[in-house]
């Protein structure tokens, strides 16, 4: 279930991002694509909020709706730079790559709870360099090997949130709202991959 609910959300993404492939959000200025990433950021936090606080699988959807579908309209402009043979490329090493780490978590025998408190921590950091990073460029800096430091150091991090969640999913009581609740937090892991490959491997149109 937390496989088939974590493919519900990247499908729904998807979807989402149809709406929003022909924002112009790079002539929004950067107060503008900083205050819409910020409430992407905002809702996706709601999102989580609402689905972990709940054991009810519905409200846990609803709060899983208000991550990927947010989310799905942040991709849309992205996705649509990219060449599409570039993004279905990406997609399926994106794939790959978590199929890979979720089974090392889930094969790992002891609980990597400890890992938790460094994860988190090197999270918060790249969320906070992503929006300082560009803020110094807007006033002159050269930033564009930073942001590429940026997304490789992104890359280890949800990396190894694939292998913390799904290690962490399995020692869960086996409920669907539980599969929900580890769903989103692998929808978010494997999204933030996906960005970061297509970053660092995509080609532009």
Known sequence: MVCFWTTV??????????????????????????????????????????????????ISLV???????PFGLLLGPVLA????????????????????????????????????LWLTGGLLLVILAQFIVPLLGSFGLPVEGAMTWVDWIALVIFGGLVIFDLNRAIRLPFTHDNAIDSAVAIYLDFINIFIRLLSLMGQKK
């Open 81 to 116: 730079l990219y060449e599409t043979s570039s993004i279905l490329k990406v997609l399926a090493i994106t794939a790959t790559v978590v199929i890979v780490l979720g089974l090392v978590g889930v094969f790992i025998p002891d609980d990597l709870a400890p890992w938790g």
């Open 9 to 58: 959300g990247i499908v729904f993404s998807a979807i989402t991002s149809t709406i929003s492939q022909d924002w112009q959000i790079a002539t929004w200025g950067v107060w503008g694509m900083l205050g819409f990433a910020l409430g992407i950021l905002a809702v996706s936090f709601l999102g989580v909020f609402v689905a972990q606080s709940s054991d009810n699988p519905v």
């Open 63 to 69: 709060g899983y709706a208000l991550v990927a579908g």
